[in-house]
Every structure is written in C-alpha cells, then in structure tokens.
C-alpha cells in the first residue's frame, strides 16, 4: 500500500455526513477544513491495522449479540461482513480510503455502506480510544513474534559460523588494545548471548501487551453489560485489562517495546562497528561479499562495508523513536489525549527499523569470509600471555598480586629487549623469579592459553561447545 499522502485532496463525503462521516460529526454543524482533516489523520500509520482492527470487531459483536444487547442475528450479519471486509483488503480488490481519519472509520463506513444501520451497530459499546490500544495489542502480539524469529535467525546463523571456527584464534581487546586470545567461535558466541537477551526481553514484553483493554470505552467503562472477559478470551488474550482509565491512556507497551528494539539495536551497532573495524587493512579479519559491500565514486579501489555503516547508523533512529514515545508521554494527564496518535508513526519507524537491520545483518554476516590466519598472527606480539605467565606462578605458590608483579617486569623486559615472553630467555626469567622453570614455555603459546581457560563460558573448546550446544538446544526448543 501507498504509504505516502497524496495531493491534499480530501473527500468531503468524509467530513460532510453520510455513511463516511468522521465517527464525531454529529455535535458539529460544520465539518472541518481539508487542510485540518489532512493533519489529523492517522490512516497512513493505520492501515498495517485493519486486519487487527476487524478481528478486535467481529469479537466485539460477537459478545454483544450474546449478550442481548444488539439481536444475535444482526451480530452474525454484522460479523459475517467484516470477514469479508477483511478478506477483500487482503486480496486488494478493497483499497483502504486514504481520506479516512482513522481505520476505524473506514471500516465502519464501509460496514454501514453495505448493511446500513445494522453496520451502525457495531460501534455499540466501545470507544475509539479503547479499539485502538486493541489493535495496537492485537498488531504487536503477531509482529513481536515475526521479529524474534529474525532474532532466532541471527543466532542460529553465528552459531553455525562459531561451530566452524572453534580451533581458530583471534586476540581479544579491552580498551581497544589486545588483552588475552580467544577464538573466533567465542567471540561470535559473544554476539549470540546478547542477541538472545534481546529474544528474551521481547518475549517479556509480549507477556505485558497481551492484555484486552476493549470495554474500557473512552475511559470509564459502560453502562450495558459488556462481558469483557468474553471478548478477551475470543481474542486469545490473559485477560482484561484492570482499570478502565489505564486502559485507554496506557502507551507503556509502546514505550517497552520501542526500549527493547532499542537495545537490540545497540547490540547491531557494536557488532557493525566490529565489521567496519575487522575489515579494514589494519585489521583484515573479515572480507565482507562483494554483494553486502559498496565502491566509491571517486576511489576505484574502494570495497566500503556501508551496509554495516546503515545499520550503525539506523540505531539512532530507532533511539530517536523511544525518545519521541517518551517525550510524548511525560506531560499528558489521564486519560486519553490526542498526542497519543503519535505513539504509532515512532513505534511502527522502530519496529520496520530493527527487521529489516537484522534481516540484512544476517545475510551480511552469513556471506563473510574470515582470515583466520590474520587472526592467530594477531595473538602473537602484545604479550597477550601475560596474565598466563601469572598464573602460571600462581600455580606454583606465589601469591597472584606478587606474580603479577613479576610478570610485569618480564613484559617490561620483552619490550625493551625487543622480544616476546614466550622467546624470553629462561636465565633472564630465573633473574626475575627462581620459581620460573622451563615449563613455562608450554603454557605461554596463545592455543595454550586459551586451551587453559576452562572455566565455565571460557574460550577453551570444551566450553566454547557446550555454549555451542547450549545455543542449539535454545533453539530448537523455542522452534518446537
């Protein structure tokens, strides 16, 4: 669907009367300007809606026709020809009105253009304030889980790569500077364990979207006997919403959601930021497909990863979004105000943002090559292995904080010999510490070091498996 506004022409069958009159037209004489109409709507942000909003109607009537308070007949009647609405939006043969205000109305106003004043009924009830949190509900509890699948994707796809790379080594950083080797596959599993929390956190938030707040009204209930509950249960929520003024002026949800993409997005950008990094000349560890990378219009030679580069940049995007909910939120007293049409324009931009960078990060990712040879060489030099030294003496007896003094000294001495600790000789060693024998030199080459670290989500590929296997059983069990 066309996602754009057209030429500011507005029907004004839309704003006059008639089946298609905005849902408030009655206390106004006069129907608003074109241009004020043109402001206003919400159609264009509405229209990813209409199936949820049909659904949130067919059970809404559903329950008002057992309930006696419209005939069960005009409710099956009425029932009947928003699944049709629903099913012609579907197959395109009906376009949504784009000089609607809101979906609501046009839904409406084509139920009451095919069924006259039985589709008039539909609305008996309810507000518009309480059908839109519905569908804004009933939207995110099918979108959150199209999402995690991407999700699931992503950590499937550098599991895959991880269980490949498990003997190869890379240098670890801190500060940027190297600190200790690992594995390729431990720093990807690195990646995974992240993207899972973020799996986890949207699954949360869809325990707390997966309320009904239909029945609400506009903030105080009903007066007929709605059964709330009913409507809940056909449309497969816990329950109802507790409190009618929070049902209609809550945007929570919005704001949790927006918050997790956001931080699902943080985790995107740092590992981008590891690809534009890794594939420089400096680092040459990763060689991004010619099919995920850009040229430069001036530089024949260049191979830019911009895709990464986007997808760094798009997390302020999404950033932005939150901060829009926010500010939106902060100063509006209960219940309903009109600020709150603002909620879906940021948290569907969010939304839209976060798929498709995990969608391209995960082709990205899946089409690299890794120079694992560059990786091991970045092991070697740095004195890397210097806390392996320490260890090493800590094993003999000396307290840690005295061996890592002595390693110290031994690093001070490599770098002003020109040399590494493991090509240092053992009599300057012996000078150092006597504890220092030749064996030394068994646990200071980089496969020993991390061969070492067996603790428990270690590098060493006993543990770097069992993540591994760890990962996988995630997996399958979410897919069951």
Partial sequence: ????????????????????????????????????????????EDMRLASDDI????AHVKMLGKQGIIPSDESAKIAEELGKIAEEIKEGTLQIDTSAEDIHSFVEGVLTDRLGDVGRKV????????????DE??????????????????????VKIASEHTKNLVSGYTHMQRAQPVTLAHHLLAWAQMVKRDYSRLGDAVARINLCPLGAGALAGSGLPLDRAMVA????????????????????????????LSIFMMHLSRFCEEVVLWSTEEFKFIELSEKWSTGSSIMPQKKNPDFAELIRGKTGRVYGDLMALL????????????DLQEDRRSLFDAYDTAFSCVSIF?????????????????????????????????????PFRTAHGVSASAVRYCIEHGCNLEDMPLAEYRKISELIENDVYAVLPPEACVSARLTAGGPAEKRVLEQIHGLEAFIKAERA
Wanted: hydrophobic letters at 35%.
């Fill in 55 to 58: 659904r949130g109607s067919r």
């Fill in 233 to 260: 249960d056909e449309l497969g929520f816990e329950s109802p919403t507790d409190n009618s003024l929070d049902s209609v002026a809550d945007r929570d949800y919005c704001i949790e959601l927006a918050a997790c």
């Fill in 327 to 338: 500010t939106v939120m902060k100063g509006l007293p209960l219940t309903y105000n009109r």
């Fill in 137 to 158: 509900r009933l939207y995110l509890r099918h979108a959150v889980p199209e999402l995690q699948q991407k999700i699931l994707e992503l950590i499937e796809t550098l």
């Fill in 123 to 134: 609305h008996t009830g309810r507000s518009r304030n309480d059908q839109i949190a519905l």
């Fill in 1 to 44: 669907m066309n996602d754009k506004k057209g030429d500011n022409k507005i029907d004004n069958k839309i704003i006059d009367g008639g089946n298609h009159a905005a849902l408030w037209h009655g206390r106004f004489k006069d129907g608003p300007d074109a241009e004020a109409v043109e402001f206003e709507t919400s159609i264009y």
């Fill in 362 to 398: 995960t082709s990205m990712i899946t089409t690299a090559s890794w120079n694992t040879a560059r990786m091991k060489a970045s092991c070697v030099g740095g004195h890397a292995n210097a806390t392996d030294l320490a260890d090493y003496l800590v094993r003999k007896g000396m």
